[in-house]
């Protein structure tokens, strides 16, 4: 899927609040998950219901390390981690990283997941080892490859952005938060400069104004977003459960005609940070 000098990222899950499934959805009905590789380095950004597919191919690989970066604890966000096989497997180990919640430490939280009447294998029973690590709001570190520097954005419970960068090519992966009236500074300092920006797009410009305070934004404030911090590859994401195919392609259109090159996340889709400019001038 990469070389050794791109950076890249899949798509596995694009959808926002609930999986939704369903012949007029063939963009994804799976819940946020992405993955975004340099190398050898693999770095899994939300555990939505698009982990399963992830979780089904290292099998086939054999064992190997994960890293699970979590923008949020919200049940779209997490609610693959239990139905990732490589967490029951003897030789496989599973990190599971983000920022603090306000409520409880990450490893009560996790543990919370797997525990009776709501699912009903505990979390000292899984076979692989899986392992939890609080990071900071502001934090900045190196798995593998690539570079990692993280913000906090704006949700109803704490969320955070990530940007992740290899050999001068980077990506910002921004979901769950929710525009102000001038560009969001946290996130236009993460985003400065980046190749592709991944974008929380879950309401239009017009449904917008009865979702205030609900924690998502539209795909105009991420476009305001991309040319205030020099990006020229927009990706809309978190896409609404209700949304159909054929909405999805009036929105993307209407987002082409603002900022040129502009994607809506479908699943499968692959982009490559070293393309981005290209793409976006197409």
């Known amino acids: 899927m990469s070389t050794t000098h791109d950076l890249t990222v899949r798509f596995l899950g694009v959808r926002g609040s609930i999986a939704t499934p369903g012949a007029d959805k063939t963009a994804g009905g799976n819940t946020s998950c992405v993955e975004i590789c340099a190398g050898d380095t693999r770095i899994i950004l939300d555990a939505g219901t698009g982990l399963r597919i992830l979780g089904d191919e290292r099998m086939a690989r054999g064992p190997r390390h994960s890293t699970i970066l979590l923008s949020h604890l919200h049940w779209d966000h997490?609610?693959?981690?239990?139905?990732?096989?490589?967490?029951y497997v003897p030789g496989h180990r599973v990190e599971i990283a983000t920022g603090?919640?306000?409520?409880?430490?990450?490893?009560?939280?996790?543990?919370?997941?797997?525990r009776a009447p709501f699912f009903p294998i505990g979390f000292d029973d899984l076979g692989g080892q899986v392992t939890t690590r609080?990071?900071?709001?502001?934090?900045?570190?190196?798995?593998?490859?690539?570079?990692?520097?993280?913000?906090?954005?704006?949700?109803?419970?704490?969320?955070?952005?990530?940007?992740?960068?290899?050999?001068?090519?980077?990506?910002?992966?921004?979901?769950?938060?929710?525009?102000?009236?001038?560009?969001?500074?946290?996130?236009?300092?993460?985003?400065?400069?980046?190749?592709?920006?991944?974008?929380?797009?879950?309401?239009?410009?017009?449904?917008?104004?009865?979702?205030?305070?609900?924690?998502?934004?539209?795909?105009?404030?991420?476009?305001?977003?991309?040319?205030?911090?020099?990006?020229?590859?927009?990706?809309?994401?978190?896409?609404?459960?209700?949304?159909?195919?054929?909405?999805?392609?009036?929105?993307?259109?209407?987002?082409?005609?603002?900022?040129p090159g502009t994607l809506a996340a479908r699943e499968g889709l692959v982009l490559c940070a070293r393309d981005a400019e290209r793409a976006a001038a197409a």
Request: hydrophobic share 40%; net charge negative.
């Open 100 to 114: 603090p919640n306000g409520v409880m430490p990450l490893d009560a939280a996790v543990r919370e997941m797997f």
């Open 134 to 259: 609080e990071l900071r709001s502001n934090d900045h570190f190196v798995i593998g490859d690539i570079t990692v520097t993280m913000a906090r954005l704006n949700h109803p419970d704490p969320v955070y952005g990530y940007r992740l960068e290899h050999g001068g090519q980077s990506i910002v992966y921004a979901t769950d938060t929710e525009h102000f009236s001038v560009v969001d500074p946290a996130l236009k300092k993460l985003a400065a400069g980046a190749d592709i920006l991944i974008y929380d797009a879950q309401y239009t410009p017009e449904e917008y104004p009865t979702k205030v305070g609900w924690g998502h934004s539209t795909w105009q404030a991420g476009a305001e977003l991309a040319r205030a911090a020099g990006v020229p590859q927009l990706v809309l994401f978190h896409h609404d459960p209700g949304r159909t195919d054929a909405q999805l392609a009036v929105i993307e259109q209407a987002a082409r005609a603002a900022l």
């Open 78 to 87: 997490t609610c693959g981690l239990p139905f990732f096989t490589p967490i």
